[in-house]
């Protein structure tokens, strides 16, 4: 669903921008306030997580179209949603600047539309409401395919909004839609399931991962271990979807590319003149998703560390 600089006008990237950095402003702020001692690692971890993820496409079968996860419901079911936020902001922002996924000017729409809808949106409003923590794998898996359909079906009514608002597309916002929300619901039913089971196994394995959980991290035996244990099995499992995407990932066009496809006649539109930082383009590299999630994790570590020295220095100014 990363919008290209392309289907997006100056006016419309401008306000987008300026509600993106609020909500990172906002993000910023509340994270500072965090008492788990835990969150960088875990933002670092689950950021490159999700960034190797979103490189694997999955075919949607029938309709010569592909998706891939957003990751929203996940981040902010191990963080909390503002973490989440700025977590995956991080994620995208490393996919625009260093691979080209997504437009540079078009960059706070894809922080709204992908990363705001699902962690601020659908996660507090449907997911959180709905899962009681413990839940059965069975309701894990059908709340999370409602929160991540809501997210993503947010996403794509966003994206043919802003489109329609740049005006600088042949691009019927009737006729956009028509193809936009279908294959979004599918995308977001695929991953829902995915998610919820990965939750089902966090749960079953050491809930105390888990934002809301009432399991605490001195409530089991080992349950520290059984922290680092699980953080060490998303970080391999990163490595691993990094190291093959080139051989699994789906070549169809995404949903977006596949939507504009079905209107225009073209999977891409004619690209904005906009300079690119990307020297990686279209992860060019089969060491694309390695050098993306160790970047991932390097600015998630510096934000958060900045945060917290600014926090420790606000307080002893205070004292």
């Known amino acids: 669903m990363h919008m290209a600089d392309a289907l997006v006008s100056p006016p419309v990237a401008a306000v987008a921008g300026a509600v993106a950095v609020s909500l990172l402003i906002v993000a910023t702020r509340k994270v500072a306030r965090s008492k788990r001692t835990d969150i960088i690692p875990m933002m670092g ?6 960034f190797a993820a979103q490189m694997i496409n999955f075919s949607i079968p029938g309709t010569g179209s592909s998706g891939h996860i957003i990751g929203g419901i996940l981040l902010a079911a191990f963080l909390g949603p503002w973490a989440a936020y700025l977590t995956l902001c991080s994620v995208l922002m490393i996919q625009c600047l260093v691979f080209a996924d997504g437009g540079l000017m078009a960059l706070g729409c894809n922080m709204i539309n992908m990363a705001a809808m699902s962690t601020l949106v659908a ?8 899962v009681n923590y413990p839940a059965s794998a069975a309701r894990l898996v059908t709340v999370t395919v409602l929160a ?17 608002a740049s005006g600088i597309t042949a691009l019927p916002l009737s006729r956009f839609l028509l193809f936009m929300l279908p294959i979004h619901l599918l995308i977001g039913i695929c991953e829902g399931i995915a998610t919820g089971l990965v939750l089902a196994f966090v ?27 699980v953080m060490w099995i998303f970080g391999i499992a990163a490595l691993v979807l990094a190291a ?20 225009a006649g073209v999977a891409e539109l004619a690209p904005a003149k906009v300079p690119s ?8 590299s089969h060491f ?3 050098v ?25 100014y205070n004292e």
């Not at 991540?148 to 329609?164: C, F, H, P, Y």
């Open 45 to 50: 971890v689950m950021g490159a997580f999700v």
């Open 203 to 229: 749960q079953r394995y050491n809930a105390s991962l888990l934002t809301g959980a009432t399991v605490g991290w001195g409530a089991m035996p080992g349950s520290r271990r059984r922290r680092r244990r």
């Open 123 to 130: 996660y507090p409003l449907i997911y959180r409401p709905l």
């Open 277 to 284: 930082t990307a020297f990686m383009p279209d992860y060019g």
């Open 148 to 164: 991540s359909v809501a997210g993503l079906e947010l996403g794509a009514l966003l994206v043919s909004a802003e489109t329609e």
């Open 244 to 263: 093959v995407f080139t051989w699994v990932a789906s070549a169809s066009p995404d949903g977006l590319e596949w939507s504009i496809e079905k209107v």
């Open 288 to 290: 694309a998703g390695i």
């Open 292 to 316: 993306g999630g160790v970047l991932v994790m390097a600015m998630l570590w510096a934000i958060t560390t900045v945060i917290f020295r600014l926090r420790r220095l606000h307080h002893k």
